[in-house]
């Protein structure tokens, strides 16, 4: 059990991947054969994040280079004054232009500096993001809502979503493989308010799929595994995709308030009955 647990606390990047060295250089490293489905699964504006640096496009090089090199970002967004996207600049980028400052000035702004075409539209998705961040040499990358910009991803953020997902399913495997949840309780306590828990899927969740669900948005839980009465106790490894049937076993996983939420809709339902 403790090897369960352990799995579904603490997975960490793995080797093998599919895209270029380029990305295993930048430290995104992923396991082969899962990264697609994963990252296809998580949408891009669930990982927006306010942490960033903007400059409005009619910006002078000088400020631009002055502000860079004594901040704290490696990227910087460049906007109009209807905050619509112009593009972004590197630190690395602005760096070159130091010992030119003086002169380039009164020549330059941000408009003249900023690449235009690396940026998210908000209905993507984290392999969208892994790709972009394979390409190029940045730690974030624009998110736009109909050309406006509403803030990044940063590819940390990207990366630690991978992980937890790897953690979930490696902890699930370990669950087929090991414990099926035929002699244990119904419930394992993971520490600091968290548990993984085994309930009947509640009528509100029948026919309906995991992602058109998306326990994790409205609920705050994952489905580790569905148990099935047909064929006999079957174990399924859901993906996004997968339809909630009447009779299914639910293994859930989250904080135990959000899911005694939803144990409490299969309960409230039995009792009507």
């Given amino acids: 059990l403790s090897s369960i647990i352990a799995s579904f606390m603490t997975a960490g990047l793995h080797k093998e991947s599919i895209y270029t060295m ?24 669930d990982f927006i994040n306010q942490d960033y640096h903007v400059f409005l496009n009619t910006e002078h090089a000088g400020n631009i280079i002055d502000q860079a090199i004594s901040g704290k970002h490696h990227c910087f967004q460049v906007i109009d004054s209807d905050s619509n996207y112009v593009g972004c600049l590197s630190l690395n980028q602005l760096k070159t232009s130091v010992l030119q400052k003086e002169i380039i000035d009164s ?11 690396i940026h998210l539209d908000i209905e993507d998705n984290l392999e969208r993001a892994m790709e972009i961040f394979g390409r190029e040499d940045v730690a974030e990358i624009a998110v736009l809502k109909d050309n406006k910009f509403i803030g990044v991803v940063k590819r940390k953020d990207a990366i630690e979503a991978y992980n937890h997902e790897i953690a979930k399913k490696e ?25 993984i828990m085994e309930i009947e899927a509640p009528p509100a969740f029948w026919e309906k799929s995991l992602k058109g669900l998306n326990l994790r948005a409205f609920h705050k839980v994952d489905v580790l595994l569905i148990k099935r009465q047909i064929p006999p106790q079957t174990i399924t490894l859901p993906s996004a995709g997968e339809i909630i049937r009447k009779g299914d076993t639910l293994i859930l996983a989250g904080h135990a308030d959000s899911i005694k939420k939803i144990s409490k ?6 009792s009507k009955d």
């Fill in 265 to 270: 809709m299969s309960t409230d339902h039995s």
């Fill in 107 to 117: 020549l330059v702004i941000a408009q003249d500096l900023a690449v235009s075409d």
């Fill in 171 to 195: 902890a699930a495997s370990g669950l087929v493989q090991k414990l099926k949840f035929t002699h244990l309780t119904k419930t394992i306590d993971i520490g600091k308010g968290y548990r």
């Fill in 22 to 45: 380029k990305l295993k250089r930048r430290g995104i490293i992923f396991k082969e054969g899962r990264e697609v489905n994963i990252l296809r699964s998580l949408p891009v504006k």
